[in-house]
């Protein structure tokens, strides 16, 4: 897309340069902000609303999509690979709503940064076991705390003799393996019936993945991304949006149940547990850093109930181990090279 005379392509640009900002936010033409370290800061801009529907005109052009009345919501990536919403009026007051999620143009590693998400070189030791042992992970936590980021964290970790297949609402995921498909949910429109990420997840078990990744589950999707996950495409992974490793094992029965399937909530449960190993919790310390908060394995069922336990847990000074040894201590030491003794440390 080329650079264009409009206020809002050139406050993203200019932006663009610099560091430290996940997010855009405008709300209105005099109500721009950015975020930056977990704090949002306004900007002295004024934008045109004329520019912003053009924006958002060119943002649907690049994307494939709609941006009208029939379609007043917009999901979709700018040309650098960030992310953005925009909502139209009569739902946004004056003029379009614009949420823009900044594409990390250098992805780290593990490697690049040893204290990202507040870890030391022993528990990114860990984390590098569980992909290597192909253990079935689901990454938890509120908006903003940098699921996505983590994720491509252990993609990095990836053999790149593996075949994954990624599915997302938009494309935010990054892997350079050469064995990779990327499936993107789509909106039914006048030209195209659309296809749901219940869909593409179906699907994809017919394509012959050692992996299946899925940016974040949101509803029923779910029910099929753990019946991948009990049937031999172990190593698979997924996001959620919740607040504490309780709530999203709670999360996770409620998005099955959308999968319209009635069953019982042992039932339910039972393919939680089969398929779930670890769900690592993500959240904010007290000065705006994206940290790891918990760690914890789900280990089975005990009548109707999923039973877990606490690896790990983040107090002031950091990341500090519970004791507890995994239940996948012998497959993490095999497969993933973890030391036996590594939780008695």
Not at 64 to 73: R, T
Not at 97 to 125: H, M, P, Q
Not at 175 to 196: C, I, M, Q, T, Y
Not at 276 to 292: A, K, M, S, T, Y
Request: proline fraction near 3%.
């Amino acid at each position: 897309m080329e650079e264009r005379e409009n206020s809002v392509w050139n406050l993203i640009n200019d932006l663009g340069s610099k560091k430290g900002i996940t997010e855009v936010v405008i709300n209105d033409p005099k109500r721009v902000f950015v975020e930056r370290e977990g704090q949002f800061i306004q900007l002295n801009v004024q934008l045109s609303k004329n520019d912003l529907y053009s924006f958002a005109k060119e943002v649907a052009h690049f994307n494939k999509k709609e941006f009208n009345a029939e379609n007043p919501i917009l999901d979709g990536n700018l040309p650098d690979g960030s992310r953005v919403n925009i909502i139209s009026e009569p739902y946004s007051q004056g003029s379009p709503a614009v949420t823009i999620r900044k594409y990390l143009k250098t992805i780290k590693s593990f490697d690049d940064d040893e204290n990202i998400f507040g870890l030391n070189k022993r528990w990114i030791e860990l984390f590098k076991a569980m992909v290597a042992s192909r253990c079935n992970i689901i990454v938890s936590g509120g908006t903003g705390v940098g699921k996505t980021t983590f994720i491509n964290l252990l993609l990095k970790e990836m053999s790149p003799a593996e075949r994954v297949i990624i599915i997302e609402d938009t494309k935010e995921l990054s892997l350079s393996s050469p064995n990779v498909v990327r499936l993107e949910v789509f909106a039914a429109s006048k030209d195209h019936s659309g296809l749901s990420a219940r869909d593409l997840v179906k699907n994809t078990l017919r394509m012959r993945p050692d992996r299946i990744i899925v940016g974040e589950v949101r509803g029923g999707e779910l029910f099929d991304l753990l019946q991948a996950m009990n049937t031999g495409h172990d190593g698979s992974m997924s996001s959620i949006h919740s607040n504490s490793p309780g709530e999203c094992i709670s999360r996770m029965e409620n998005l099955f149940l959308m999968s319209g399937f009635d069953v019982p909530f042992q039932v339910v449960r039972k393919q939680i547990t089969q398929g779930v190993d670890f769900i690592i919790q993500l959240g904010r310390n007290r000065e705006g850093q994206r940290v790891v908060n918990q760690i914890m394995e789900i280990t089975g069922m005990e009548g109707a109930n999923i039973l877990s336990q606490q690896l790990a847990l983040r107090d002031d000074d950091g990341l500090i181990g519970t004791g507890i040894s995994p239940k996948n201590m012998n497959k993490l030491h095999r497969d993933g090279a973890l030391p036996q003794d590594f939780f008695n440390q």
